[in-house]
C-alpha cells in the first residue's frame, strides 16, 4: 500500500558517511527497502577545467563596468565550487510534484518542481535546476526556522505510480539548457540492471517535453514509450534519483561526458571545420557577423546555421567535426557531441562568456580556443545588444586551428 500523507514539515536528509557502491548494472529492486538509501558509482570523477590561456591572456585588461552583466558571464567573476560526485538514491513512497519553472529569487522558484521523501526528506536533487541554481519551491515550501512547512498543491496526491521510476527531474524548454541541464541524470541508465532497464519507466518534472528534447533523450537512452510527465503530485511507489553530473556555469563531471557520447555514437574521427552560424538568431547578434562568417568561409571552414537541420542532423554534424567555431551561444553546445581530440573556437562579447565552453571543452577533450568583443549592453532591450569582435582577433584564430 502507498502512503498518500503529505508531511507538515519539510527536512533536510542526512547523508550516508559510507554509502554503498555500485557499478555497471549493479541496481536492482533489491537496492530498495527503506524510505531513502543511497548508492555511489565507481567510475565517475570530477574534470579539471582550468581557464584557457586566450581568456587568461585579457583577465584584468577592461575596466571593471560590466554594463549589467552577470557574475557568471564575465571570466574575472566567475564562481568557484569542486565539482560534487553525482550519487543514485532509491526512495519507496516519494513525492514527486510536476510543474514548469517561471520566477525564481532568493533560494525559491515557482509552479512546482520539488522531490521529497516520505516522510518530507528533502535530498540533493530534491531542488530544481536552472542555470546552475539550485531552488526550492516557494509555492509548495514556506521556510520556518531551520526547515520548512509544507503547503499541498492539491486536496490529495493526483496520482499513485506503483512499480519502479527514474526522475529526470528538468528537461527544459531550451535547446542549450537540455543539452547541459535536460541530459544530466542520464548517466544513470547504465548502472540500472538489466531487469530494470526493461521495466523501469522515467519521469520528467514539465507537462510539456519538445520534440527535440524527446529525440536528444532518446539518443541518450530513454526509451520514448516510457517516458512520462509527473503530474501535480505524485506518490510513487519505487523511485530512482540520480544527482546531476554537472553544475551548469560552475563544474562537471566524466558521466556527463559520458551521456554525451552514448548521444553521439561516435564510430569515427571526425574531419570537417565547422563554423556553426548565429545569422538567424535575432539576440546578441555580432554587427560584423557577416564578415567573421566570410573569413571562416575563405578559410575553407562549413559555415552551417543549425538549426534548419534536425536534432540527428545536428548532432551528425557535430561527430564529423575535427574543429567547430562560431559566436557564444547555445548553437556551440554541440561541440559536446564532436570526437575527442578536436578543436573548438568561440567568439564572445568580453562580458558574456560562461564557464560552460569551458566545461564543455575539458570533459570531451578538446582544445579550447577564445577570441573576444567589444562588451554588449545589457540595459538595453534584448534585441539591440548587439556587440562587434576586432577582425584581426578572428584572423589570430584561424592560425590557432588548422
Same mark, same amino acid.
Given at each position: ?16 558517511? $559510507? ?11 533489491? &537496492? ?11 567510475? %565517475? ?35 568557484? $565550487? ?41 535530498? +540533493? ?9 539550485? /531552488? ?11 526547515? =520548512? /512547512?509544507?503547503?499541498?498543491? /492539491? ?15 528538468? %528537461? ?22 538489466? $531487469?530494470?532497464?526493461?521495466? %523501469?519507466?522515467?519521469?520528467?518534472? $514539465? ?61 569515427? +574521427? ?11 538568431? !535575432? ?17 575553407? =571552414? ?12 545536428? %548532432? ?10 562560431? &559566436? ?58 548587439? =556587440? !562587434? ?5 578572428? !584572423? ?7
Amino acid at each position: 500500500m502507498i502512503s498518500s500523507d503529505l508531511p507538515v514539515h519539510a527536512h533536510d536528509v542526512g547523508v550516508d558517511t $559510507e554509502p554503498n557502491v555500485l557499478g555497471y548494472g549493479g541496481l536492482n529492486q533489491g &537496492c530498495f527497502g527503506a524510505e531513502v538509501r543511497r548508492f555511489r558509482v565507481v567510475g %565517475v570523477r570530477g574534470v579539471d577545467a582550468p581557464t584557457p590561456p586566450d581568456v587568461a591572456r585579457v583577465l584584468g585588461d577592461t575596466e571593471v563596468g560590466w554594463r549589467g552583466a552577470n557574475t557568471v558571464s564575465v571570466p574575472e567573476l566567475w564562481p568557484d $565550487e569542486e565539482p560534487v560526485q553525482p550519487d543514485l538514491w532509491c526512495l519507496e513512497n516519494a513525492h514527486v510534484f510536476g510543474g514548469r519553472i517561471h520566477d525564481r529569487g532568493n533560494g525559491f522558484h515557482y509552479d512546482g518542481q520539488l522531490l521529497m521523501t516520505a516522510t518530507g526528506g528533502l535530498l +540533493p536533487s530534491s531542488r530544481g535546476v536552472m542555470d546552475g541554481n539550485r /531552488t526550492l519551491a516557494g509555492d509548495i515550501l514556506t521556510g520556518v526556522g531551520a526547515g =520548512w /512547512t509544507v503547503t499541498t498543491p /492539491t486536496t490529495a496526491p493526483t496520482r499513485r505510480l506503483t512499480g519502479t521510476h527514474v526522475l529526470l527531474g528538468n %528537461v527544459h524548454h531550451h535547446f542549450g539548457h537540455t543539452i547541459l541541464e535536460g541530459l544530466t541524470r542520464t548517466w544513470a541508465v547504465p548502472y540500472l540492471s538489466a $531487469e530494470l532497464r526493461r521495466s %523501469v519507466r522515467f519521469l520528467v518534472y $514539465e507537462p510539456e517535453i519538445r520534440a527535440f528534447s524527446r529525440r536528444l533523450l532518446a539518443r541518450a537512452g530513454i526509451p520514448p514509450d516510457r517516458l512520462g510527465h509527473a503530474s501535480r503530485w505524485d506518490v510513487v511507489e519505487r523511485l530512482i534519483v540520480p544527482d546531476c553530473a554537472m553544475r551548469t556555469h560552475w563544474w562537471i563531471t566524466s558521466a556527463q561526458a559520458d551521456v554525451w557520447r552514448t548521444v553521439a555514437i561516435q564510430a569515427s +574521427p571526425g574531419t570537417a571545420r565547422i563554423f556553426l552560424s548565429r545569422a538567424g538568431v !535575432k539576440y546578441r547578434q555580432a554587427v560584423n557577423n557577416d564578415q567573421v562568417e566570410a573569413l571562416f568561409h575563405q578559410a575553407g =571552414w562549413e559555415v552551417v546555421r543549425p538549426e534548419q537541420l534536425s536534432v540527428d542532423d545536428q %548532432v551528425r554534424l557535430a561527430a564529423r567535426a575535427r574543429s567547430m567555431a562560431g &559566436c557564444v551561444g547555445s548553437q556551440m553546445y554541440l561541440s559536446c557531441f564532436q570526437p575527442p581530440g578536436g578543436s573548438t573556437i568561440v567568439i564572445a562579447p568580453r562580458n558574456f562568456f560562461l564557464r560552460d565552453d569551458v566545461l564543455v571543452a575539458a570533459a570531451v577533450g578538446h582544445d579550447l580556443h577564445v577570441g573576444f568583443g567589444d562588451m554588449v549592453d545589457f540595459a538595453k532591450p534584448r534585441e539591440e545588444r548587439t =556587440w !562587434k569582435v576586432d577582425l584581426d582577433v578572428v !584572423k589570430e584564430l584561424l592560425t590557432q586551428v588548422r
